[in-house]
Structures are given as structure tokens and as C-alpha cells.
């Protein structure tokens, strides 16, 4: 694990949303199910006891970990870099693979990544290779099947 977790302002936001979620939703909810299901005596055969207490389990760990990465996060806005044909953390990038195909990109925090909305890594390999390269550079992608030419053609953006 890197040991500072760059990340958009609406990210932290899901993120610090979802840990507040946990906390005083589901957390005291399943909580409630357990102290009931306690009441009614046996518990070795007590599904809502036994599910419950698994799924508390499952809850605070999510709550640490997000806690960890809430606490190395580091804010970037990739508003600072508006206007700019360099691309950076946050950077909506649009480039022509192998002459052929165009591909959209937006680099984004480890924690926000999203495959269908093509929101890569900052540490993704396609992302280590567009990272400071400007609107109209041509770039070398190493894969497994090969290597792929990258044309940058553009670079945007967006508000948060």
C-alpha cells in the first residue's frame, strides 16, 4: 500500500459519506437484530445472531479501513490544472491507440476507480505512461501481448 492515497474532492466525499453510512445506519441497526436475537435465549442455533454478528464483523472492518485511508488521503483538485494540454492527476484523457482505436480515460485515486466509466489508477500502467505528457505526444504502452502506440489527442478537466 502507497503511503499517501491521492484522491478527488468527490471521492472523499463517497468515501467519508460511505463511513458515516456504516456508522449510524447499518452499524446501530445490526446491532439492534443482534441484541434481539440474543434475548430469545440460544444462540448456537440462532441464525439472526450468528448472520448478524458476522455481518458486524464484516461493517467495523470496513469502517477501519476506510478510517486508514481517509487518514493518508490527500486531496487533489484537478481543477488547478483547467485549461491546461498537460495531463495530471485527474486529467479526462482521449488518446488513439495503435492508430486505430480511441480510447477515453480519466485518471482518478485508487479507491475511486470505476472500469465502466474507464476511471483508471494514478498507478495503472496506462496512467504511469500518460502522467505529464502533453495533447499531441506519442507514447510507447508496454503489455503483455506487446507494445501499443498511444497518441494523445486530448486533455480536459472536469468541476467537482
Known sequence: MLSTNYITPTGYRRLLAEMQQLITVERPAVTETVRWAASNGDRSENGDYIYGKRRLREIDRRIRFLTKRLEIAQVVDP????????????????YLRNDSAEETVRIVG?????????????????????????EGDRLQLRTPSGSDSIEVLSVSYCDE
Open 79 to 94: 481543477a488547478i490544472h483547467k485549461g491546461s494540454d498537460q495531463i495530471f492527476f485527474g486529467a479526462t484523457v482521449v
Open 110 to 134: 485508487q479507491d475511486e476507480v470505476d472500469p465502466g466509466r474507464r476511471w483508471v489508477s494514478w498507478v495503472s500502467p496506462i496512467a504511469r505512461v500518460l502522467i505529464k505528457a502533453r
